[in-house]
């Protein structure tokens, strides 16, 4: 058994092979110490970690620093290193946190691709992904399980309509749909498309310069933006 974390941790300057490298000496010694040897050769440890890297898609990438990939690379160097100690069962912790809308479908097809080879339990809250890629979800609600089953069943699901899907007849106040945009010739953000109801308390998560207060300036029309389709109920 093995588990991904959801804040990423990785080491700026060392390669993505040499991320999944450490994860499969670490995995393959003959003892708990540091320094001991290997139990399989050198080459079947080479194939080890480029066999992982693969199946994320990074064999290309092998040999970039982690410290200049996007984020969404970085989880995807972080997966590798957990597929690297061929886990039985694989625990991941919100996979898709911080990417993109396209880093998400990329990386929701490539978790899919794992079973049945591998058993997952996913933690995550995005609801598109979570229906791409699950055969049963046990949707939570305050501690308790609120429905199990299959994506069909937990998407007709009424009480889960109520609780986390879009709920029909509600008023838009504001509806932003694929905002691109930045300061001069720095892009910022990158199709970042949501929407907020009447009546809703929003927050906007995130690290510093992740982006978060530029996108109020730039739904205010207050920096650039090349692409956007921006939509209020305010008359504002």
Known sequence: ???????????????????????????????????????????DAARKVDAALARMGLLERAGDLVGTMSHGDRRLVEIAMTLAAEPELLLLDEPTAGMSPEETRQTARLLRGLAPAVTLIIVEHDMSVVMSISD???????????????????????????VYLRRRGRRVMLA???????????????????????????ALLGRNGMGKTTTLLAIMGLIRRAAAACASRTGS
Do not use: C
Request: glycine content about 10%.
């Open 136 to 162: 049963r979800i046990s949707v939570l609600h305050r501690g308790e399980i609120l429905a199990e089953g299959p994506p069909e069943a937990i998407r007709a699901n009424r009480e889960v309509q109520a």
């Open 1 to 43: 058994m093995v588990r991904s974390f959801q804040v990423s941790q990785i080491f700026p300057k060392l390669t993505a092979r040499e991320h999944v490298s450490l994860m499969v000496h670490g995995r393959m010694r003959r003892s708990g110490r540091p320094f001991s040897r290997l139990g399989v050769s050198r080459d």
């Open 176 to 202: 932003v749909k694929g905002l691109t945009g930045g300061y001069g010739e720095t892009t910022v953000l990158w199709d970042v498309s949501f929407e907020i109801a009447k009546g809703q308390a929003v």
